[in-house]
């Protein structure tokens, strides 16, 4: 059974940073693409950042600068660095996994609440 976890996003205030993580299981996830959404109360869920096997990454522009995706094969496991943190980057965040083969994420975790004070 394929799961991706992801424990406790966490609250944080304007400016600060927090460090989520997801922990993959069920099968090999090397060369998937992983990636972080997130859905912002009323919004809908949108693309924050993506990882490829190969060490690249993209961001979404109100993130960029702010966010670095990272990921440890040999654990399973991306994680999303989030620093000068702001009120907007509340939301749910979801972490991904796209196989090589498919054009379409088809694995996701239950997302983990992400709450920034101002």
């Known amino acids: 059974q394929v799961q991706l976890v992801e424990p406790g996003g966490g609250l944080g205030q304007a400016g600060g940073s927090l460090r989520l993580s997801c922990a993959a299981s069920g099968r090999t996830f090397i060369s998937d693409v992983m990636a972080w959404f997130r859905q912002a109360p009323g919004k809908e869920r949108e693309f924050v950042a993506a990882s490829w096997s190969g060490g690249n990454t993209v961001y979404t522009g109100s993130v960029k600068g702010r966010f670095t995706i990272s990921r440890d094969n040999a654990k399973n496991t991306v994680y999303l660095q989030m620093n000068s943190l702001k009120p907007e980057d509340t939301a749910v965040y979801y972490c991904?996994?796209?196989?090589?083969?498919?054009?379409?994420?088809?694995?996701w975790g239950q997302g983990t609440q992400v709450t920034v004070s101002s």
């Open positions: 991904a996994a796209r196989r090589s083969s498919s054009n379409k994420f088809d694995d």
